[in-house]
């Protein structure tokens, strides 16, 4: 129900030509999505967890976690506000980039992140905070405002480490220029070479990767449980369709700068989705990288297609998104949010 709404609100804004109207319909959809969020009350891990750190820290004065999420747990203390203003401020700053998306990328954008990462961002709290601004700063990176784009996924390793390799990421956007020619050779070598040489255990092992905590997690047997992520025909279906909808996005529609820059996100995706393929852990990096998905599907709706064929594969795309990934995961309760439970009631 609370896509509908959302998706039905987002779309309104989208073809919406009253301004204030438009400020209304696009606060709503806001409101829609920030509000379950910020009242929620023990809903996955990372509510249980971070109220456990949070307590820890209130006692000892001693974080676990990165500069900003630092701050925010001493303002909170500082102020003598209940730890429920944590989720409410984190919410808060998850979802606010809403506000900033121009209306043209809107509907698809907030759509597509619905599917991929509401529900994460109910258990990947840090994380999602860095994958919002990392995916803001590659919207002010194809609008050519590169310095403000690297300040934002700057802004994500105060809250989560991951982003680091973000920023990894925007470099290669900034400065690789890739054809979807060129793409395509390139997915088909790191597909060949990620397979047959097992880089995952490899990376792991090394200087590089070898003391975090994507290690521990490998070795945990709580990342390393079988599903359909790790084996078999899931594996196989969702790699089509992410080279599927790749293929169907048009290099001639929008500017070199943004169909290379969304290219290097495919393919980062692509990496990290064959990575997890070997090692559960290496999940998260998938999901960081699923912001592919938001910038792909902005280009297929960004144009239409005479071609009733390419518009279907656009459909069948979309649809393996809510299916298999949006309705199939709340089915498995893969982010532990069902049931719903919040500061009013169980839903």
């Known amino acids: 129900m609370l896509f509908i709404l959302v998706s039905v609100s987002a779309f309104s804004y989208s073809k919406c030509d009253d301004k204030y109207l438009s400020v209304d319909l696009k606060c709503l959809v806001f409101l829609l999505i920030f509000i379950p969020s910020a009242i929620r009350v023990n809903i996955g891990t ?164 070898g003391a975090t905590k994507y290690a521990k997690y490998a070795a945990s047997l709580s990342y390393n449980k079988a599903n359909e992520v790790s084996s078999g025909l899931g594996v196989l279906l969702r790699h089509f369709v992410l080279f599927f909808t790749y293929c169907l996005t048009s290099e001639k529609k929008v500017s070199k700068k943004e169909f290379s820059a969304m290219s290097v996100l495919f393919l980062s995706l692509l990496s990290a989705d064959i990575l997890a393929t070997q090692i559960y852990a290496f999940g998260r990096l998938r999901v960081i990288f699923s912001v592919a998905y938001m910038a792909m599907f902005v280009n297929l709706y960004s144009w239409k297609s005479k071609n009733i064929f390419i518009e279907i594969g656009k459909f069948c795309s979309f649809l393996y998104s809510f299916l298999f990934v949006f309705v199939l995961g709340l089915l498995a309760n893969q982010n532990e949010i069902v049931p719903y439970t919040s500061m009013i009631g169980v839903w």
């Not at 971070?50 to 209130?58: D, E, H, P, T, V």
């Not at 001693?62 to 984190?90: K, P």
């Not at 043209?104 to 860095?130: A, E, M, W």
């Not at 690297?150 to 956007?173: E, K, N, P, Q, R």
Request: net charge positive.
């Open 46 to 209: 990372d509510y249980v967890n971070y109220l456990g750190y949070f307590n820890s820290f209130a006692i000892t004065g001693n974080s676990f976690f990165e500069m900003g999420w630092t701050v925010l747990e001493s303002i909170i203390l500082e102020l003598g506000l209940h730890y429920q203003w944590l989720f409410v401020i984190s919410s808060f700053l998850i979802f606010i980039w809403f506000l900033f998306i121009d209306k043209k990328y809107f509907f698809p954008t907030i759509t597509i992140f619905f599917l991929y990462f509401y529900t994460f961002s109910y258990n990947g709290v840090r994380n999602s905070i860095s994958v919002m601004l990392f995916f803001l700063s590659y919207i002010y990176l194809i609008k050519n405002k590169k310095l403000k784009g690297f300040l934002f996924v700057l802004a994500g390793t105060l809250f989560h480490s991951s982003a680091w390799l973000c920023i990894l990421i925007y470099l290669l956007m900034l400065f690789v220029k890739l054809s979807k020619k060129r793409t395509l050779i390139i997915a088909f070598i790191i597909y060949m070479v990620f397979f047959k040489f097992q880089l995952a255990q490899n990376l792991l092992n090394s200087s590089l990767l």
